[in-house]
């Protein structure tokens, strides 16, 4: 499935005032300025999404170092040099992010498709024409973000072809372009939260025979649900927009805009892109292994969990045994035998005239254990839960226990 901006038409007149003042922002520097903010605006935004999300320190400077230099840019041509250069480490950071697909799907999955690899098409040495499923996902997402962009630029009036940073090229929106560029970052968060908590489901692509990877149509009608979420995130970004290119007439001739422009500090401090994800768009949550659509918090659906633990019983046994033979263990074993065995050794049975007896430990307190839990018994005594259920089970204590075992089981001298 293929957007393109082309779909779209204007929502509203144009007036001829306002887009005369965007044609001529080239020519008095507004355009400058106007590009240096939404460059600033994507580095700053692309600077938090490598931190918060890949926790790289390294990437994160040097995106904040060319956002410094960013600020000293003199011309359309330095702005566009200065951010080509983030994108490279950006991307540079996805690179080894590993893709998620349940287990019965990964023999159909190509081995390409389970990491992100390079943002670069082999196809086309552009982003264009993707060759595995996220950057297929990103692509659909950034062209649903377009006609938001193009949408949003057409109701206040704006020409959507005529951008300011990038350059003019047929069949393409250039504004709409530029518009898109601080909120490209949001759509990608959106995504690597996407990856990293939930797997993909291989149902959900099919790859053509030049290895194009394309979306099938029930997928990416769910996407679009995701429209909404940047309709509003681009909403502010073109108000602002119009609100510098009539600044930039203000002094010649009054511009009224069109679509009167709501709040951008309101809207940002009410609406957060994550509380809009949340709420707008709902991922359908799958087992990890079947693929089948789950409802619990669980990351399995019950038929595989049932099937799974069985192995998990015995993987789980096999790793108790390892940690049980390391030096620690035993070291700790042996220290807590010296201790018992010299307890034993120190006991005295004149020293304990009210001694339980073996005919009141067999017929009173025996039979009343077996009702009360390992944990209870474990804790009072200072044993595993292991022993302790060895205990509850018919093991036969030493005497200098039994006046301890006397009390849990409520058995009176």
């Known amino acids: 499935m293929r957007l393109g901006s082309h779909r779209s038409s204007p929502v509203h007149s144009s007036d001829v005032r306002l887009r005369r003042a965007q044609a001529l922002a080239l020519q008095n520097g507004t355009a400058l300025t106007i590009s240096r903010e939404l460059r600033d605006r994507k580095l700053a935004a692309q600077e938090r999404a490598v931190k918060n999300g890949f926790c790289s320190e390294s990437a994160a400077l040097a995106i904040r170092k060319w956002l410094s230099e960013l600020a000293e840019a003199s011309s359309i041509e330095a702005v566009r040099s200065v951010e080509a250069k983030g994108p490279k480490v950006y991307w540079a950071t996805w690179r080894g992010l590993g893709v998620m ?41 950034y062209a649903l973000l377009e006609v938001q962009a193009r949408l949003a630029a057409a109701k206040l009036g704006l020409d959507p072809g005529l951008g300011v940073l990038h350059a003019d090229t047929q069949y393409r929106e250039s504004l709409a372009c530029d518009l898109m560029e601080p909120i490209r970052p949001e759509v990608d968060a959106f995504v690597l939260d996407w990856l990293q908590r939930e797997p993909l489901l291989r149902s959900y692509f099919f790859e053509e025979r030049d290895g194009n990877c394309r979306l099938t149509s029930s997928f990416a009608l769910k996407l679009s649900e995701t429209a909404p979420i940047w309709a509003r995130l681009v909403a502010p970004v073109a108000e602002w927009f119009a609100q510098q290119i009539h600044k930039s ?4 001739s009054r511009v009224r805009l069109l679509a009167r422009p709501t709040s951008a500090a309101r809207r940002e401090k009410k609406i957060t892109s994550h509380v809009e994800r949340k709420l707008s768009f709902r991922r359908a949550k799958v087992c990890v292994t079947c693929g089948k659509k789950i409802h619990s918090p669980s990351t399995t659906c019950d038929e595989c969990a049932k099937q799974k633990s069985p192995e998990r019983i015995i993987e789980v046994a096999r790793l108790g045994r390892i940690v049980t033979l ?26 304990h005239p009210k001694l339980v007896t073996s005919d009141v430990y067999s017929a009173q307190i025996k039979p009343r254990l077996i009702s009360l839990s390992c944990s209870l018994v474990g804790k009072r005594l200072g044993v595993s839960v292991g022993y302790a259920d060895q205990i509850r089970k018919g093991r036969v204590l030493h005497p200098r226990l039994w006046q301890a075992l006397a009390k849990i089981a409520g058995v009176s001298e």
Not at 249 to 252: D, G, P
Not at 329 to 348: E, F, G, I
């Open 249 to 252: 007439r203000a002094s010649q």
């Open 101 to 141: 697909f349940p287990r019965q799907d990964l023999q159909r999955v190509p081995e390409h498709w389970r990491t992100f690899g390079s943002r670069i098409s082999s196809l086309t040495a552009s982003p264009r024409r993707a060759t595995n499923p996220v950057n297929a996902i990103l692509n659909y997402l």
């Open 326 to 351: 390391v030096p620690e263990a035993q070291a700790k074993r042996s220290a807590t035998q010296k201790v018992n065995t010299q307890a034993v050794w120190d006991w005295n049975p004149s020293d």
